[in-house]
């Protein structure tokens, strides 16, 4: 692989971390649209997407980064429209786009590397972003609140439960009040093992062999 997907799960580390840790204002959503448009311009790019409708998705993503500051000096603050358009690029797009390009890189290349290992846990942290987005969207729909311990949930309770769901930790501080959040819940729980059990495990035990081989190759050019 000639580009390294170290960069876009660093971005999505970010992106989380910014999410979980800093209170909701203008200010945080900026800062959030830019790190998930700058995480979807660089996936495209090291994916090497050549699909047309992932790169509209892109110029979109940049489009909505050079549009947020324009809103918030004319409008006097950020939409919640305009945070729920880079969420939704972010978490809708960005794992297509980063698994197109790992699956065309390992036919290419014939062996399982490093950095696919990190494009593949891109995808992982970028599930529990997506399913925080869905929760968030079913609190605003519903008449009541999402949990039944917290009347009023912010970002962060949402980031902390979906990861917990998605880990299947399960600490039970935080638990879906009606029949479609524990389904959403449930759904999740499966996904994050599956893909665990499944796609994870078969990156690592690929990798493992390959490093092997690797290191033994000089030696026989030697003799």
């Known amino acids: 692989m000639r ?3 170290g960069i876009v799960f660093g971005l999505v580390l970010l992106s989380f971390l910014v999410q979980a840790s800093v209170p909701d204002g203008d200010l945080a959503r900026l800062v959030i649209i830019w790190l998930q448009a700058a995480t979807l311009v660089f996936a495209v790019r090291i994916a090497r997407s050549p699909r047309w409708p992932i790169r509209a998705a892109s110029a979109l993503a940049v489009l909505v980064a050079i549009a947020a ?20 690029l972010l978490v809708g797009v960005a794992p297509l786009v980063i698994a197109g390009g790992l699956l065309r890189d ?13 494009g593949v846990l891109s995808i992982y942290v970028l599930f529990g972003m997506f399913f925080s987005f869905v929760f968030a969207a079913v609190n605003a729909i519903g008449s009541e609140s999402f949990f039944n311990q917290v009347a009023d949930p912010g970002r962060d309770d949402f980031l902390y439960y979906s990861f917990t769901t998605l ?7 935080l638990t879906a009040a009606a029949e479609l959040g524990r389904t959403l819940s449930v759904v999740e729980a499966l996904t994050g ?21 690797d290191a033994s190759a000089p030696a026989g050019d030697d003799s």
């Open 3 to 5: 580009h390294s997907y």
């Open 69 to 88: 500051p324009v809103l918030w000096i004319v409008h006097g603050s950020i939409p919640d429209g305009v945070m729920a358009i880079a969420t939704a």
């Open 106 to 118: 390992v036919r290419t290349a014939g062996e399982v590397t490093l950095e696919a290992l990190t």
């Open 167 to 173: 880990t299947t930790t399960g600490f039970g501080d």
């Open 193 to 213: 093992q599956i893909y665990l059990v499944t796609v994870v495990a078969l990156i690592v035990s690929n990798l493992r062999p390959r490093r092997r081989v």
